[in-house]
């Protein structure tokens, strides 16, 4: 059975920093691609970085040079350092993992960590 679980949230002051994890059991994270995203209350779900298998990252806009993603392999977890933040980051965060293949493509998802950024 297959399970991404997302720690690290918490409530924080503007300016403030959280680290995300996220944490595989039953996959190898090694293999897929990793997802943030995450969706504010009112709000549709929104990518906040990717990390493809060989390490490539990539950022929306709104967070770029205050968000860093990486992934430990040895831990089968791929972390979220959120750096700076601001009040409108505050949401849920959603880990997904995904891989494509020739059939296909299978997605897994946590269950989020709430973000709560606020004096």
């Known amino acids: 059975q297959v399970q991404l679980v997302e720690s690290g949230g918490g409530l924080v002051q503007p300016g403030g920093s959280l680290r995300l994890s996220c944490t595989a059991s039953?996959?190898?994270?090694?293999?897929?691609?990793i997802n943030w995203y995450r969706q504010a209350p009112g709000k549709q779900r929104e990518l906040v970085a990717h990390?493809?298998?060989?390490?490539?990252?990539n950022y929306t806009a709104f967070v770029e040079g205050r968000f860093t993603i990486s992934r430990d392999n040895a831990k089968n977890t791929v972390y979220l350092q959120m750096n700076g933040l601001k009040f409108e980051d505050t949401a849920v965060y959603l880990c997904?993992?995904?891989?494509?293949w020739g059939g296909g493509r299978d997605d897994y998802w946590g269950q989020g960590t709430q973000v709560t950024v606020s004096l």
């Open positions: 039953g996959i190898m994270l090694s293999l897929y691609g």
């Open positions: 990390i493809n298998n060989s390490g490539w990252t």
């Open positions: 997904n993992a995904y891989i494509i």
